[in-house]
C-alpha cells in the first residue's frame, strides 16, 4: 500500500503516551502517593498494551511477516522499535520507584520492610503470617516427567524455584513452580510497634521468597525468583458462526487467561539458565523479555493510596457541582424542558444522569426507557435504576455492549439481571460495537388539552459509569429536542431492529455518516480559507489515526486553515512540517483527571459549529463501531463547551505537551503565570 502523507506510528505513539504519564511521577507538584500511583498507571497501561496491541503485532509478523504498518515501516522494524522504547520506558519505571518515589516515601514514614534487612522480632512475625496466611493456599509444583510445567495464567505472580537434593521418592530435584494465588494480599502492613514505621509494609514476594525452602522440605533453594508472562488476551469469535453472542463469548471467557505468551518479566538477578527455560516454556525471544528491579507487577502498589490514611500526601478531594438550572428542582424534565442542560464531568456531578433515570423509573407518565451500555462497572447504581423501571413495568430496553474489552464478563453479568426482571437487553450489530453513550425516555405530557408522547434525551462522550465520571473528562447534554430527540429513537431502533439506513436530522452517526460529514466539514474550512475567509478547526479527542482525515486535516492546512487538535494518547499526524501541516499543532494534557472529551469546532464562516462525541478519529470508530456525534446548538451551551473543553487546553501551561514534527513531544513552561486546565476549572467548580 502506497501512503500518500507522512503518519507517525501508533505503538511508538501509545508508549509516547505512557511516557508522558510516567512523568507524572517525577513532578513534585503532584503530591507522593499520587506520584505512586502515575507509575502504577504506568505499568497498567502497559500491560493492556502487551496483551493488545504488541501481541496483534506478533500476530502480523507470523501471517504475513512482508507486510508493512500503515506508517510505512516493515513490522520486524516495527517491532524492534518498540521493543527497545518499551524497555527503555520499563526501566524508567523502576529508576522512578526506587531512586525518586520510594525514598520520599520513607521519609513520610512508609516504608517497605526487605526480607534481608528485617530484625529477628519482624522475622519471626513473617514467619507467622507465613504458616498462618500464606502456606495452606500454595501449592508447589517440582518439575518432572509427571509433573511438566504448569500453564501459568495471564498476569499471574509465580515463582521460580533451582532446587537441589532427592526427594522423598528418589527423584533428584532441579526446579520447582510456585504460584501465587491471586487472592493473596500483595501487600501485607506490618505492625507499627515491629516495624519502626507508622506505615510499614511487606510484598507478598518478600515472604514467599524468605521461606520458600519450607514449601520443598529437605532439599536446598538454590535461588527463588519472581515471573510473570503476559498473554494475548484479545477475544476470537467467529462472527460468521454466531448464533448467541453471549454463550460464544462465555466460551471464549476462560481462555482469554491462557492465550500466547507475549511478555516474560522476571526478576533482575534470575540466573540466565532459569531465563531460557522461562523463555522456552512460553516459545519466547530475548526481545520479549523484560528484567526488573523490583515487584514484577507495579500494578498492585495502585492499593497502597487506599492503605495510608494520609490526606495530606493525596489529591484533595473534590465535590462535584450541580448545574443551578436543576440544583434545586424536584422534577428534571420541567427543568429540560425549559432548556438544554449541560454537565461537565468530573467537575459537575454525574448524579443528576442518575436522578434523570430514577426519577424515569418511578414516574407513572414514563412509558419507556431506552439505554447503551458499554462500561459500567460491577456495582452500578445506574443498572440498579433499569432494572427498578422494568419492575415498575416500565418498557425497558438495555444494547448492552458484550465486546467492550475486559469488561465482557460484567456485561454479561448485567445483561442476565436485566432479562431476569422483564428489560429487553440486545447486544447490538455483530461486528460494530456499539459505543455511542445515548439514552431515551418517553413520557407522556399535557399538550393542547390532551395527553401526548414526548422524547427526552441524554446524550455524553464518557460512559454512564459513576466511578469513572469522577474520574475521567466528559461533557454531557440533557435534552428534549425533539429532532435530535428522534434521531435518538433512530439509533435503537437500528440497534434493536433490522432494516435499511435512516437519514438523521442532526446527529452524525458511524458507521453511516460521521465520516463523510467530518471530512466535508474539515474540506468546508479548507473552502474558506482558499476564499480568504477566516477558516479554524479545534478539535479534542482520545486518538487521532485514520489517514484520510489525517491526509484532510494536511489539505486544510496546506489552504490557510488554523488547526489546534488536543490529542491525549497516540497521533499519527506530524503537526509543524513546512507546506504541509504548518498551519496545525498537537497538544496533549496529562493530569490528575483522563482527559476523555472528543469535541468538534468548525469556524463554520462564523456560525462556530460545535459537536461533542463518543468517537475518536480512528478507523474503528468511523467503520466498524456504532457512534454519534451530536451538536451544541444553544448559544450559551456552545460557549460554554468552547471555553472549557476546547480554550482553557489550549491556554495550559503546566500539564500541557506540544508535539514537535519529529514526533516527540516538549512539555510547556508557566511563564509569569501558571495556567493548568483541570485545576482551574476545579477552581470554578468545585469546593
Known sequence: MSIRYPLFNRELGILGFNERVLAQAADTTVPLLERLRFIC?????????????????????????????????????????????????????????????????????????????????????????????????????????????????????????????????????????????????????????????????????????????????????????????????????????????????????????????????????????????????????????????????????????????????KFVPHIPSVPKAIANTSNLFDAIDQGDILLHHPYESFQPVLELLLQAAKDPQVVAIKQTIYRTGTDSPLMDALMQAARNGKEVTVVVELLARFDEETNINWASQLEAVGAHVVYGVVGHKCHAKMMLIVRRVSQGGKLVLKRYAHLGTGNYHPRTARLYTDFGLMTSDQEMCEDVHHVFQQLTGIGGEIALHQLWQSPFTLHAKLIDAIRAEAEHARAGRRARIVAKMNALLEPTVI?????????????????????????????????????????????????????????????????????????????????????????????????????????????????????????????????????????
Open 551 to 687: 491526509a484532510a486535516l494536511y489539505e486544510a492546512s496546506h489552504a490557510g486553515v488554523k488547526i489546534d487538535l488536543i490529542v491525549r494518547g497516540v497521533c499519527s499526524l506530524k503537526p509543524g512540517v513546512e507546506d504541509l501541516s504548518e498551519n496545525i499543532t498537537v497538544r496533549s494534557i496529562v493530569g490528575r483527571f483522563l482527559e476523555h472529551h472528543r469535541i468538534f469546532y468548525f469556524y463554520a464562516n462564523g456560525k462556530e459549529d460545535v459537536f461533542l462525541s463518543s468517537a475518536d478519529w480512528m478507523d474503528r470508530n468511523f467503520f466498524r463501531r456504532v457512534e454519534v456525534a451530536f451538536p451544541i446548538r444553544d448559544r450559551r451551551l456552545k460557549r460554554r463547551v468552547i471555553a472549557e473543553g476546547l480554550s482553557v487546553c489550549l491556554g495550559d501551561n503546566q500539564s500541557a505537551w506540544v508535539m514537535q514534527s519529529d514526533g516527540h513531544y516538549r512539555k510547556r513552561r508557566p511563564g509569569k503565570s501558571i495556567r493548568n486546565a483541570q485545576l482551574g476549572l476545579l477552581a470554578k467548580f468545585c469546593s
Open 41 to 313: 498507571i504506568t505499568s497498567s497501561n502497559l500491560d493492556e498494551f502487551f496483551e493488545v496491541r504488541m501481541a496483534g503485532l506478533q500476530e502480523q509478523m507470523r501471517d504475513n511477516p512482508g507486510s508493512l504498518s500503515p506508517d510505512g515501516m516493515s513490522l520486524q522494524h516495527v517491532y524492534d522499535l518498540v521493543s527497545e522504547r518499551a524497555q527503555r520506558l520499563v526501566r524508567q519505571q523502576y529508576s522512578m520507584l526506587h531512586d525518586i518515589v520510594l525514598p520520599a516515601l520513607e521519609m513520610e514514614g512508609i516504608y517497605f520492610h526487605g526480607a534481608e534487612d528485617w530484625t529477628e522480632q519482624q522475622n519471626a512475625w513473617a514467619r507467622e503470617y507465613f504458616h498462618n496466611e500464606l502456606l495452606p493456599v500454595l501449592t508447589p509444583i517440582g518439575l518432572d516427567p509427571a509433573h511438566p510445567f504448569p500453564r501459568v495464567l495471564n498476569k499471574s505472580l509465580n515463582f521460580v524455584v533451582e532446587l537441589e537434593g532427592t526427594d522423598a521418592f528418589g527423584r533428584q530435584a532441579m526446579m520447582g513452580i510456585v504460584q501465587a494465588p491471586r487472592a493473596l494480599p500483595r501487600l501485607v502492613r506490618m505492625p507499627e510497634a515491629l516495624s519502626g514505621y507508622p506505615h510499614g509494609f511487606v510484598l507478598l514476594s518478600s515472604f514467599m521468597q524468605h521461606f520458600v525452602n519450607e514449601l520443598f522440605p529437605h532439599l536446598v533453594v538454590r535461588s527463588c525468583n519472581q515471573f510473570r508472562i503476559t498473554r494475548n488476551s484479545e477475544l476470537f469469535v467467529d462472527e460468521d458462526e454466531i448464533t448467541n453472542l453471549r454463550v460464544a463469548l462465555q466460551g471464549e471467557l476462560p481462555a482469554r487467561h491462557l492465550g500466547n505468551a507475549v511478555r516474560l518479566e522476571v526478576s533482575a538477578e534470575t540466573p540466565p539458565h532459569l531465563v531460557r527455560r522461562l523463555l522456552d516454556e512460553g516459545q519466547l525471544s530475548e526481545r520479549d523479555l523484560y528484567r526488573v528491579n523490583g515487584p514484577v507487577n507495579l500494578v498492585r502498589l495502585m492499593q497502597l493510596p487506599e492503605m495510608v490514611d494520609r490526606p495530606d500526601l
